[in-house]
């Protein structure tokens, strides 16, 4: 079980909000032909990754992976790693189970909820390989920022689940928020930068469409590549 001090709070701030997005026919059935598979309840028990994904390898826990399209890619690149992605609105789970189906992904699960929760009830300390975080909502306007994920006790809680070794990867085309994410990620004790400032898209992550909307826009997108140690 989670430790008293990382479980997760109920919180009144919440870094998202429920849309009511509409589910495509393809997405609808793949989420009631795959998601019984693939698809991950919620529970207030640490997962055993083995049984889950069926074997020992690496694992990379993937939030808010919007419709899938980079995580399916990153998984079908890298049948040799296991990827766990937390995303809260339907549309999205049924697209990425659409591209499970069609691309024959056995390296990937998915859990439809508050990834705050499933970090503090289903995620063991020390269990993860990888972190990945790409494109979070910025809450742009200044009153909001309070609603971003990417906050200190929410880093320590990353933290907490990284092995040794482990890295975070997080990835934003708001120049504001990467200062933000860059200032928290560097006051946390046990992460340690890989490099100077922002670092190079690694070549694991491929281009998204929020990154092509941002540099279409004229908005650097900047990555941040921590490890624990």
Known sequence: ????????????????????????????????????????????????????????????LEIGFGMGNATSEIASRHPEIDYLGVEVHAPGVGALLKRIGELGLENLRIIQHDAVEV????????????????????????RHHKRRLIQPDFVR????????????????????????????????????NTTRGYAPRPDYRPLTKFEQRGLRLGHAVRDLVFRKH
Do not use: C
């Not at 109920?10 to 795959?34: N, T």
């Not at 698809?39 to 390898?57: C, K």
């Not at 020390?126 to 494109?135: A, N, V």
């Open 157 to 192: 809680r990353l933290a907490n689940k990284l092995k040794p070794g482990g890295y975070l990867h997080l990835a934003t085309d708001w120049e504001d928020y990467a200062e933000q994410m860059l200032t928290v990620l560097s006051a946390e004790p046990r992460l340690v």
């Open 119 to 142: 970090l503090g009830d289903m995620i063991a300390d020390d269990s993860l390989d990888g972190i990945h975080i790409f494109f979070p909502d910025p809450w742009h306007k200044k």
């Open 1 to 60: 079980m989670p430790d008293q001090a990382d479980a997760a709070p109920r919180r009144a701030i919440r870094s998202f909000v429920l849309r009511a997005g509409r589910m495509g026919s393809g997405q609808q059935r793949a989420l009631e032909d795959l998601g019984p598979r693939y698809v991950i309840a919620h529970r207030s028990a640490p997962l055993d990754f083995d049984e889950v994904f069926g074997r020992s390898a690496p694992r990379i």
